[in-house]
């Protein structure tokens, strides 16, 4: 079945840090593939999304590109922030499994100044 | 437009009590989905309704746990004679009419059950 399978954390950067955080993903078809934010306390936010192959979806300094050949979705961000401390979740919506979201365990990412 | 309303958002139930946690979607949004996320762990999926029907609910446990989305009301999450088990956050997200659309979240209703 759909799957996506995250890079554990907890990850500690120092600010203005480079940031990758890896996202492979299972399925069949072709899924759209997100990411998702969860500050303490909080609901889940949409960061970023990318709804086919070779699209690259951007937000708030942040950056992911949907590679269909590595069945990846690896989170960039060139310059961390202590703000961006928060929990960091990617997605899968298949294409074959109605609006089904699958979320990978998420990885803690902690900024420190 | 507001966003995905949940209440309460903090809930504390002793064995055996029922709980009810309760979605309001976005405006305009039909489908409503249910997911649990365990402590230190990711959401997983438990529903997704539409309007008095349930279209999906292959991530809801067989026993105690039931979902429904009224013509009119919010959607609402019922588990009966909760164990500590039970102990998660519940999140509902929305989203439009249309398939394939990003779901929108809600801040979480924190169960804990003593």
Redesign the interface.
């Known amino acids: 079945g759909d799957s996506v399978t995250q890079m554990e954390g907890p990850v500690t950067l120092s600010e203005e840090a480079f940031l990758t955080i890896n996202c492979t993903y299972t399925a069949t078809g072709y899924p759209s593939l997100f990411w998702y934010v969860q500050y303490p306390g909080e609901g889940l936010q949409l960061l970023l999304k990318a709804t086919k192959a070779d699209d690259k979806g951007s937000n708030k300094g942040f950056e992911a590109t949907y590679r269909k050949e590595t069945t990846s979705f690896h989170l960039e961000k060139g310059s961390v922030q202590v703000s961006d401390s928060a929990v960091y979740f990617c997605a899968l919506r298949g294409s074959n499994t109605g609006n089904q979201f699958y979320f990978g365990t998420g990885t803690s990412l902690t900024v420190i100044p | 437009n507001a966003g ?1 309303m ?1 209440n309460p958002r903090h809930l504390v139930r002793r064995r055996g009590q029922e709980a009810r946690l309760r979605c309001s979607p976005m405006k305009g949004h039909s ?1 409503v ?1 249910w ?1 649990r996320q365990l402590p230190e ?5 438990m529903v ?1 309704l539409q309007k008095e029907n349930i ?2 609910e ?2 809801m446990p067989k026993e105690r746990f039931s979902a429904e989305f009224p013509k009119e009301g919010p959607s609402i999450l019922r588990i009966q004679q909760v164990v500590r088990g039970d102990s998660a956050a519940y ?1 509902c ?1 929305s ?1 439009p009419p249309r ?10 209703t924190r169960l804990l059950v003593l």
């Open positions: 995905v949940q489908h989905y997911y762990e990711g959401l997983k999926f997704y279209i999906d292959s991530g999140f997200a989203s398939i394939k659309e990003t779901q929108y979240f809600g801040p979480g």
